[in-house]
């Protein structure tokens, strides 16, 4: 594995009891790259994204963030989170506060902002992902997108280097989704690091570096996403694009 990638992970497993989830997976990302996981429901995808900020400690294996080893030292977790954001499927806000008021909780609390600069941090990170118009609004007044696109400016308030996405749309109408991957589009190309659970091809297409295809917990191809879309790709892996997009 290239020593000098941004984040390193090597032969990684992952048991839950008797059932192995993930085998042997290894992969790099390169700084500024967007790397997106593909693949067949139950192909441990966000177990393996959740393996990489610990929130799921893989059994065997390792895993490095700009050079330096995360998995051996878990007491490392908490501030090893505040370099590695992350976007989960259910947006994951809190219902009593308002959108400003959800981004502004972990700049106070962990980066010892005051409440004046975190205010003004969260409405600069509302433009950003072009909902400043919603910062007084309760989750429940927002629409799915809206709420995702909350959650997105709240993980970029701690100034993350690396960006994790477990699959951001997948909870979403039709109709929400678009606006969440034109954000997440937008920060790829400012040169955000990210990797990107998604079943949504044309942000695979559009958006991201490399395409790894994983199934039944393995790593079954890691290819530039050019050469992943113009039919280069493992027989298996055309057979999956095969049924996703038709």
Known sequence: ?????????????K????????????FSVNRGETVVLIGPSGSGKSTLLRCVNL?????????????????GDLRQAH????????????????QHLNAVENIMLAPMKVLGYSRLDAHDL???????????????????????GQQQRVAIARALAMKPKLMLYDEPTSALDPEMIRE???????????????VCVTHEMGFARRAADRI???????????APSDVFFSGQASDRARQFLNQILH
């Open 15 to 26: 048991h839950f009891g008797s059932l192995h989830v993930l085998k042997d997976c290894s």
């Open 180 to 194: 969440v991957l034109d954000v997440m589009t937008e920060l790829s190309a400012d040169g955000m690091t990210s």
């Open 55 to 71: 929130l799921e400690p893989p059994s065997e294996g390792s895993i490095r963030f700009e050079g330096r080893e995360i998995t």
């Open 79 to 94: 501030k090893l989170r505040a370099e590695i954001g992350m976007v989960f499927q259910n947006f994951e806000l809190f």
């Open 212 to 222: 790894i295809f994983m199934e039944r917990g393995s790593i079954i191809e890691n």
């Open 1 to 13: 594995m290239n020593g000098s990638a941004f984040l390193e992970v090597n032969h990684v497993n």
């Open 122 to 144: 969260a409405i600069d990170l509302l433009k950003k992902v072009h909902i400043p118009d919603r910062a007084d609004h309760l989750p429940e007044e927002l629409s799915g």
